[in-house]
């Protein structure tokens, strides 16, 4: 089974950008379809973005529509999240989980079989 491990979060002012990582070990990472989750304090976990095993097809929140961006380097079995025009809402921690099986509901937590242990991400108003 695949680990994963997030990094690039940080403290960022509103309107500024940061770049998430994952890295994946285990399995060929092409099999694994990816996506970003996000927790803010006191709030569930929820849906940001997603990408299918080749990276063909990306899926996205209403949220983040137009300022994030997901991709993947399956030679170097990473996943990625451009973050532009940062906002205080988009405060919290961020995880990147990983899918194996046949039937994929990108938006749903149940879906994915791996996760990451979470980044965290600040942005100041």
């Known amino acids: 089974q695949a680990q994963l491990v997030e990094s690039g979060g940080g403290l960022v002012q509103t309107g500024g950008s940061l770049r998430l990582s994952c890295v994946a070990s285990?399995?060929?990472?092409?099999?694994?379809?990816m996506a970003w989750f996000r927790q803010a304090p006191g709030k569930e976990r929820e849906f940001v973005a997603a990408?299918?095993?080749?990276?063909?097809?990306?899926y996205y929140a209403d949220s983040v529509k137009g300022r994030f961006a997901i991709s993947r380097d399956n030679a170097k079995k990473m996943l990625y999240l451009q973050m532009n025009s940062l906002k205080p809402e988009d405060t919290a921690e961020y995880y990147c989980?990983?899918?194996?099986?046949?039937?994929?509901?990108?938006?749903?937590?149940?879906?994915?079989?791996?996760w990451g242990q979470g980044t965290q991400v600040t942005v100041s108003s």
């Open positions: 989980a990983a899918h194996s099986g046949t039937i994929w509901n990108f938006r749903l937590i149940r879906s994915y079989d791996v």
């Open positions: 285990g399995r060929t990472f092409t099999t694994y379809d």
């Open positions: 990408i299918n095993g080749n990276g063909c097809n990306t």
